[in-house]
């Protein structure tokens, strides 16, 4: 059975810009900017929404009523999703990988997200899975989210190699008994993860 090797998503395989979308929404509310992000991202109404605890809908009311927004949730939800852009490297590396290992996104996000980025993105076709917030019901650096993702990649946690730009999720991760290695590059964490195939394969890996 090929090995898991599982990426974070925001940051590593995209990046994203959150302030991109308090900046359209800026002009459609008297709230200033940085009450915007924090509604939507780090308040509690954002937590809910990554972790499932709210639809949709519910988190654009939400929104709405507490930022007095006038926006319809069409336009809402064009401006919530329109802050990513590609790591092409790490994209090309996906591609390289995808013959060899099972991979696997582990994400805090949310459905409006998720669901745009694998309508728009050709990179979700080579996963064999995604550990998304929304739909285990925990975010990192919980240990309760990487217990649940060990049972969606379905290994051993020694087994499964975890790369990730926060050094609070590589964290967990190590202590959960995953191989995990802070992301610095696509060609860094390539590496990595085949000097990771060799030592648990016990065969040589390339130079």
Excluded: C
């Excluded at 060899?100 to 997200?113: E, P, V």
């Excluded at 050094?167 to 991760?173: G, K």
Aim: hydrophobic share 45%; proline share 5%; net charge negative.
């Amino acid at each position: 059975m090929k090995k898991p090797v599982v990426f974070d998503l925001g940051n590593v395989v995209l990046y994203f810009d959150i302030r991109k979308a308090a900046e359209r929404m800026a002009p459609h509310t008297a709230a200033p900017l940085e009450q915007i992000i924090d509604t939507l991202w780090t308040s509690p109404h954002g937590v809910a929404f990554e972790e499932g605890r709210l639809t949709p809908q519910e988190f654009y009311d939400g929104a709405r009523e507490r930022l007095g927004l006038a926006m319809d949730f069409g336009r809402f939800a064009e401006a919530w999703n329109d802050i990513f852009t590609e790591n092409r490297e790490v994209i090309s590396l996906l591609r390289d990988l995808a013959a060899k290992y099972r991979l696997y996104l582990f994400s805090n996000t949310n459905r409006l997200h998720y669901e745009y980025i694998r309508q728009r993105y050709d990179f979700t076709k080579l996963l064999d899975g995604a550990i998304l917030s929304y739909e285990i019901g925990a975010r990192k650096p919980t240990r309760e989210a990487f217990e649940r993702a060990l049972g969606v990649v379905n290994a051993k946690p020694q087994d499964v190699f975890f790369t990730d730009d926060r050094p609070d999720h590589i964290a967990r991760a190590r202590e959960v008994g995953f191989e995990a290695v802070l992301f610095d590059s696509a060609a860094q964490v390539e590496r990595a993860i085949f000097a990771w195939d060799a030592v648990t394969s016990g065969a040589p890996h390339p130079a």
